[in-house]
């Protein structure tokens, strides 16, 4: 089987431009806010990558208590355990906003991964990122106080979507989401918050704005 030639461009792979080309079997989906993407449970059947949004990604204990374990956005991939020889979604993804979504189906992926290098080195790096982030937040939730796991959970949240530069914007996100992600109540959450904001870490202005000063809350023993 003779190689395709990567998508034409800048000289830089565009896993978007790549996942976008005709060589790739996919459909591009549209989603309202608040609207399940899938459900824990449901097969897994196929990879789908973040366009244009942000999703919500939790897991649901036999009680019914939800975890929020991600938030993701434009140029990450959702929904990996597909190809990990699962047959069964392990948790839930939920749009936070209006999002667009490539979604791939297991088998096609799995060809293109064989067969594009480049896109198997940005998948691997995907998923060796989350790995780590996962065991940061484990690390985070045994060692720190609720006050630093939420100064880290805004900082990491600020970075996609992004500019560079000292002040950066969160998605939107309600305090009980935030609660869920840092292990702790809504109450303390908003206590923190007003805390931030009068030290000049962060502003409300229908979104939160932080400055990387609050850098200082994560690094002080």
């Excluded at 979604?89 to 290098?117: C, P, Q, W």
């Excluded at 949240?157 to 914007?169: E, F, K």
């Excluded at 908003?190 to 904001?197: G, L, S, T």
């Amino acid at each position: 089987m003779g190689s395709r030639k990567e998508p034409a461009g800048t000289g830089t792979f565009d896993v978007n431009v790549f996942l976008e080309s005709a060589g790739v079997a996919r459909r591009i989906v549209k989603y309202r806010k608040a609207q399940p993407i899938f459900r824990q449970g449901e097969a897994a059947t196929s990879v789908m990558y973040v366009q244009a949004g942000g999703v919500k990604l939790s897991v649901l204990s036999k009680r019914g208590r939800e975890a929020v374990v991600a938030i993701l956005g434009p140029g990450q991939f959702i929904g990996e355990d597909a190809l990990t020889g699962a047959t069964r979604r392990l948790g839930n993804a939920t749009t936070m906003e209006a999002s667009t979504l490539l979604v791939i189906e297991k088998d096609a992926m799995i060809r293109a991964l064989h067969e594009r290098a480049q896109l198997s080195d940005r998948f691997i790096a995907h998923l060796l990122a989350r790995n780590a982030r996962v065991e940061a937040d484990l690390v985070d939730q045994l060692f720190n106080s609720s006050e630093k796991r939420l100064a880290r959970t805004l900082l990491l949240l600020a970075r996609y979507g992004a500019p560079d530069g000292t002040d950066r914007v969160v998605p939107k996100v309600s305090q009980e989401v935030l609660a869920d992600m840092v292990g702790t109540t809504r109450s303390r959450v908003n206590f923190f918050m007003n805390k931030f904001r009068k030290l000049g870490f962060l502003e409300y202005n229908g979104s939160i704005r932080i400055n990387t000063a609050l850098l200082s809350v994560v690094l002080h023993d």
